[in-house]
């Protein structure tokens, strides 16, 4: 039987996400509804993917009894309350990262799935990417020994985005890609949490950040370094430096089509888009709604991929950053 989703939002990434969902097999997955601002946006949307339902309001789409999950793509500042709607609801919930504004979000999301027993997963998208599944199969194995080092950066030019620089949409680097640096060293080192957090940035008039370092202490002398940046191009990879050899991720680290093992190069091709794509590497995204299938079909509440507890810390290390380098939204305060 097919898993039915709803789609949350009618903006780019949700368009990427239905072209991801349509590589997969019509047999297991299935569009029915979208929902947005306006039945109008929501109807030219439908009419794009081939969906049979267009709603006006999210309320509307929650009341849809033929949804078996949703997947939450609009603003991260509007991420709680469109997540609480369907979660004390009764509905399963995919939400697009950063999961929420902050910490105390993020378990009020958390606390909402458990009371309503409903599924719940944050949409870190890497960390169900065949390259991500052979990181940790070859950290696993111990293939490079004990690991020492992670790096990991993500720099592109992106201050003409509204919503990137605009306090009131969440904007900053750190939200926006530096997430992916953060998740990419959590993963490695299995979902430990830091000794230490140090971070320096430099921020836009607009008050959020345009550029972070953060570095990460773990327990046995262990560093991580991660660098984000909305301002320029950086070369975007991912590097695990281990006593017996090194794992790199040469581009695109969050949504990585090859894996340097001690030099060795291997691609893992995503699937080929049927419409054109507003990101790269979209049909990605496939591989994150496969594994919600899969935690659905087995009665799961949560992913051991992406589960509550690695969705909260990301969080608690992300304000920990903010803070330091003085990055402030109104939802820290209320």
């Not at 695109?252 to 060795?264: A, E, F, I, R």
Request: charged share 20%.
């Amino acid at each position: 039987m097919a898993t039915r989703w709803g789609i949350c939002g009618a903006g780019n990434i949700s368009h990427d996400f239905c072209v991801a969902l349509k590589t997969l097999s019509h047999e297991d997955h299935q569009i029915v509804a979208v929902a947005a601002r306006s039945l109008e946006r929501a109807e030219k949307f439908a009419k794009t993917h081939g969906i049979p339902k267009a709603y006006g309001t999210y309320q509307e789409l929650v009341k849809d009894p033929n949804i078996d999950v949703l997947y939450i793509g609009v603003l991260h500042t509007h991420h709680l309350q469109v997540g609480l709607l369907f979660l004390n609801a009764g509905k399963n919930v995919l939400c697009e990262k950063p999961f929420a504004m902050n910490l105390r979000e993020v378990r009020q999301l958390i606390s909402a799935a458990r009371e309503n027993n409903v599924f719940l997963m944050e949409a870190v998208w890497t960390r169900f990417f065949p390259v991500s599944l052979e990181i940790g199969r070859l950290l696993s194995r111990g293939d490079v020994g004990e690991v020492k080092v992670v790096r990991a950066d993500f720099g592109v030019p992106l201050t003409h985005v509204q919503r990137a620089v605009q306090k009131e949409l969440g904007g900053g680097a750190l939200l926006d890609i530096g997430i992916y640096c953060i998740q990419f060293v959590l993963m490695v080192f299995n979902g430990e949490k830091p000794e230490t957090i140090q971070a320096t940035g430099v921020c836009l008039d607009t008050g959020v950040d345009e550029a972070m370092v953060v570095t990460l202490k773990f327990s046995g002398q262990r560093l991580a370094v991660c660098t984000c940046t909305i301002t320029a191009e950086l070369p975007n990879e991912a590097v695990i430096v281990g006593t017996k050899g090194t794992i790199k991720v040469p581009a695109h680290m969050w949504c990585p089509t090859s894996l340097m093992v001690n030099g060795v190069e291997t691609q893992y091709p995503v699937p080929e888009p049927s419409l054109p794509l507003n990101f790269i590497n979209s049909t990605g995204m496939c591989y994150e709604a496969e594994e919600v299938r899969r935690c659905l079909l087995h009665g799961l509440k949560e992913s051991s991929r992406m589960s509550h507890a690695d969705s909260a810390l990301l969080a608690e290390i992300m304000d920990e950053a903010r803070r330091q380098v003085g990055v402030v939204y109104s939802q820290d305060s209320q």
